[in-house]
């Protein structure tokens, strides 16, 4: 009756020992497609964020001398609007106080900061008064310009590349990022098409 009770009981311990064993061995081969999900992941998220990672969230307030001010914006100095663009995180949604409000051709460009980092495709946004010797006339896609700007660290005295240019009223802002923080000061720019009423 004792032979019996211990074989059953080696029987039980080997059974479970191998149930164990061949779940770790099922989650041995499955992490490193686990690690691997997530490195991918990370590196996703990482390339949709990096072409914005050195923008200064908060600016001088300073613009170019021969900025035009906007004569009858749709947004007035003083008024409040919701940015609906997210060019960095915690902008799309977010409260806007305008702080400025000025006519002008805006530009997407793509350039190589000077700092030696990774080429940065489809910024938004430079402005006309910011490329280095402009003409008066617009640019079309495709010139090749010399940045005047410190949006990002090494974008000023950049070579960069016009994707596209629209005329707008551009606007600088001030508001607060969803994601919390503290109050971003004298953002720029933000286009007309990328606000609404509140």
Request: aromatic share 6%; charged share 25%; with cysteine.
């Amino acid at each position: 009756m004792k032979k019996s009770k211990l074989i059953t009981s080696i029987l039980l311990f080997l059974v479970v020992f191998t149930l164990v064993g061949c779940n770790s061995d099922e989650e041995e081969t499955n992490s490193p497609e686990s690690e691997e999900q997530l490195n991918m992941d990370s590196e996703e998220n990482m390339d949709e964020e990096s072409s914005h990672m050195g923008m200064n969230h908060s600016g001088s307030g300073e613009v170019p001398n021969d900025l035009q001010v906007a004569e009858n914006p749709t947004y007035e100095v003083g008024s409040r609007a919701i940015i609906q663009t997210d060019h960095m995180e915690g902008m799309q949604g977010a409260e806007a106080t305008i702080v400025g409000a000025y006519s002008t051709t805006a530009y997407v460009i793509t350039y190589t900061p000077t700092t030696g980092d990774a080429l940065v495709e489809n910024h938004k946004w430079v402005i006309h008064e910011e490329l280095e010797n402009a003409k008066k006339s617009a640019l079309e896609a495709g010139a090749e310009v010399t940045l005047d700007a410190e949006h990002m660290e090494g974008m000023d005295g950049a070579t960069a590349e016009v994707d596209s240019a629209e005329e707008t009223t551009v606007y600088m802002v001030d508001f607060i990022p969803t994601t919390g923080g503290e109050v971003v000061k004298n953002h720029k720019w933000v286009t007309e098409a990328e606000l609404s009423a509140e």
